[in-house]
Nanobody, 122 residues
Framework: QVQLVESGGGLVQAGGSLRLSCTASGRTIGDYGMGWFRQAPGKEREFVAAINWYGDRTSYADSLKGRFTISRDNAKNALYLQMNSLKPEDTAVYYC???????????????WGQGTQVTVSS
């Protein structure tokens, strides 16, 4: 069993930055793909970014390319999401998740954190 805990969310003004962290326990994450997803009120959970086990392959939702950066530190069992130039439409609960392989698809992720709220004010 894997436990994931996100942190780093909060309230920020449009144009600002936040760095989300996700720490894992119960299993070493080094062999797994990991990703970030988000869910805004009244909307379905959507893909944000993914990273492979080694950290040398990443993918992003088209609308987020150039603003968000995913990274990981397997030695620390941690996943990160650097979010820059934030917009009000980025407001959502952000979740980290683990998959058996590198994937952009929500259905491929087996373990999820509880989420961290990001609110961007205009």
């Amino acid at each position: 069993q894997v436990q994931l805990v996100e942190s780093g969310g909060g309230l920020v003004q449009a144009g600002g930055s936040l760095r989300l962290s996700c720490t894992a326990s119960g299993r070493t994450i080094g062999d797994y793909g990991m990703g970030w997803f988000r869910q805004a009120p009244g909307k379905e959970r959507e893909f944000v970014a993914a990273i492979n086990w080694y950290g040398d392959r990443t993918s992003y939702a088209d609308s987020l390319k150039g603003r968000f950066t995913i990274s990981r530190d397997n030695a620390k069992n941690a996943l990160y999401l650097q979010m820059n130039s934030l917009k009000p439409e980025d407001t959502a609960v952000y979740y980290c998740a683990i998959a058996r392989s590198y994937s952009n698809w929500l259905k491929d992720y087996d373990y999820w954190g509880q989420g961290t709220q990001v609110t961007v004010s205009s």
